[in-house]
Nanobody, 123 residues
Protein backbone atom coordinates (compact mmCIF):
# COMPACT_ATOMS: atom_id res chain seq x y z
CA UNK A 1 0.00 0.00 0.00
CA UNK A 2 1.32 3.42 -0.92
CA UNK A 3 2.16 5.63 2.02
CA UNK A 4 2.66 9.37 1.99
CA UNK A 5 5.31 10.34 4.49
CA UNK A 6 5.33 13.87 5.86
CA UNK A 7 8.29 15.50 7.52
CA UNK A 8 9.15 18.93 8.83
CA UNK A 9 6.46 19.53 11.39
CA UNK A 10 7.21 20.84 14.82
CA UNK A 11 6.95 23.73 17.23
CA UNK A 12 7.66 27.25 16.05
CA UNK A 13 7.10 30.72 17.39
CA UNK A 14 4.63 33.13 15.83
CA UNK A 15 6.23 34.78 12.84
CA UNK A 16 8.51 31.84 12.29
CA UNK A 17 8.79 29.50 9.34
CA UNK A 18 8.57 25.81 8.64
CA UNK A 19 8.93 23.72 5.54
CA UNK A 20 6.89 20.57 5.26
CA UNK A 21 7.87 17.84 2.86
CA UNK A 22 6.01 14.82 1.62
CA UNK A 23 7.07 11.83 -0.42
CA UNK A 24 5.31 8.69 -1.54
CA UNK A 25 6.68 5.36 -0.45
CA UNK A 26 6.00 3.92 -3.89
CA UNK A 27 5.70 5.38 -7.34
CA UNK A 28 2.33 6.91 -8.07
CA UNK A 29 1.41 7.30 -11.70
CA UNK A 30 -0.81 9.85 -13.35
CA UNK A 31 -0.58 12.43 -10.61
CA UNK A 32 -2.98 15.29 -11.21
CA UNK A 33 -2.93 17.23 -7.98
CA UNK A 34 -0.73 17.38 -4.91
CA UNK A 35 -0.94 19.51 -1.85
CA UNK A 36 -1.74 19.96 1.77
CA UNK A 37 -4.75 20.02 4.03
CA UNK A 38 -4.92 20.68 7.72
CA UNK A 39 -7.18 20.04 10.66
CA UNK A 40 -7.13 22.10 13.80
CA UNK A 41 -8.64 20.89 17.07
CA UNK A 42 -12.40 21.13 16.95
CA UNK A 43 -12.44 22.08 13.30
CA UNK A 44 -13.03 20.30 10.02
CA UNK A 45 -10.23 19.42 7.70
CA UNK A 46 -9.59 22.25 5.27
CA UNK A 47 -7.59 22.84 2.16
CA UNK A 48 -4.35 24.69 2.67
CA UNK A 49 -2.71 24.64 -0.72
CA UNK A 50 -2.64 22.47 -3.81
CA UNK A 51 -0.74 22.42 -7.05
CA UNK A 52 -1.65 20.63 -10.24
CA UNK A 53 0.40 19.28 -13.10
CA UNK A 54 -0.90 22.15 -15.20
CA UNK A 55 0.96 24.50 -12.92
CA UNK A 56 -2.07 26.01 -11.26
CA UNK A 57 -2.14 26.53 -7.52
CA UNK A 58 -4.92 26.95 -5.05
CA UNK A 59 -4.52 28.50 -1.61
CA UNK A 60 -6.80 29.04 1.28
CA UNK A 61 -7.44 32.73 1.81
CA UNK A 62 -5.97 32.51 5.27
CA UNK A 63 -2.55 31.46 3.97
CA UNK A 64 -2.23 33.45 0.77
CA UNK A 65 0.97 35.42 0.68
CA UNK A 66 2.46 33.39 3.51
CA UNK A 67 2.52 29.81 2.26
CA UNK A 68 3.95 28.41 -0.94
CA UNK A 69 3.28 24.95 -2.29
CA UNK A 70 5.61 23.25 -4.72
CA UNK A 71 5.61 19.77 -6.09
CA UNK A 72 7.23 17.36 -8.46
CA UNK A 73 4.71 14.87 -9.74
CA UNK A 74 7.37 12.69 -11.36
CA UNK A 75 9.15 12.32 -8.04
CA UNK A 76 5.91 12.15 -6.06
CA UNK A 77 7.00 14.90 -3.73
CA UNK A 78 5.28 18.03 -2.54
CA UNK A 79 6.49 20.70 -0.15
CA UNK A 80 4.83 23.47 1.76
CA UNK A 81 6.86 26.49 2.74
CA UNK A 82 5.15 28.26 5.60
CA UNK A 83 6.21 31.76 6.56
CA UNK A 84 4.89 34.31 9.01
CA UNK A 85 3.19 31.58 10.96
CA UNK A 86 0.32 32.44 13.23
CA UNK A 87 -1.14 30.70 16.22
CA UNK A 88 -4.21 29.74 14.23
CA UNK A 89 -2.00 27.86 11.80
CA UNK A 90 -1.65 25.26 14.51
CA UNK A 91 -3.04 22.03 13.14
CA UNK A 92 -2.23 18.60 11.89
CA UNK A 93 -1.12 18.94 8.30
CA UNK A 94 -1.91 16.20 5.83
CA UNK A 95 -0.17 15.55 2.57
CA UNK A 96 -2.48 14.83 -0.35
CA UNK A 97 -1.98 13.38 -3.80
CA UNK A 98 -4.54 12.64 -6.45
CA UNK A 99 -4.12 10.47 -9.49
CA UNK A 100 -6.43 10.17 -12.45
CA UNK A 101 -6.21 8.15 -15.63
CA UNK A 102 -8.39 6.81 -18.39
CA UNK A 103 -8.46 3.48 -20.14
CA UNK A 104 -11.04 3.34 -22.87
CA UNK A 105 -14.31 4.55 -21.39
CA UNK A 106 -13.18 3.96 -17.86
CA UNK A 107 -11.71 6.51 -15.53
CA UNK A 108 -9.57 5.50 -12.61
CA UNK A 109 -9.00 7.85 -9.73
CA UNK A 110 -7.23 7.49 -6.44
CA UNK A 111 -6.63 9.76 -3.48
CA UNK A 112 -3.64 9.35 -1.22
CA UNK A 113 -3.32 10.84 2.24
CA UNK A 114 -0.49 11.10 4.69
CA UNK A 115 -1.02 10.29 8.32
CA UNK A 116 -0.43 13.89 9.29
CA UNK A 117 2.30 15.92 10.90
CA UNK A 118 1.74 18.28 13.79
CA UNK A 119 2.50 21.96 13.39
CA UNK A 120 2.26 24.00 16.55
CA UNK A 121 2.72 27.76 16.52
CA UNK A 122 3.18 29.07 20.02
CA UNK A 123 5.41 31.25 22.13
Amino acid sequence: QVQLVETGGGLVQPGGSLRLSCAASEKIYYINTMGWYRQAPGKDRELVATTSTSGSTNYADSVKGRFTVSGDSAKNTVDLQMNALKSDDTAVYFCYMYSSSRKGWDRYTKEYWGQGTQVTVSS
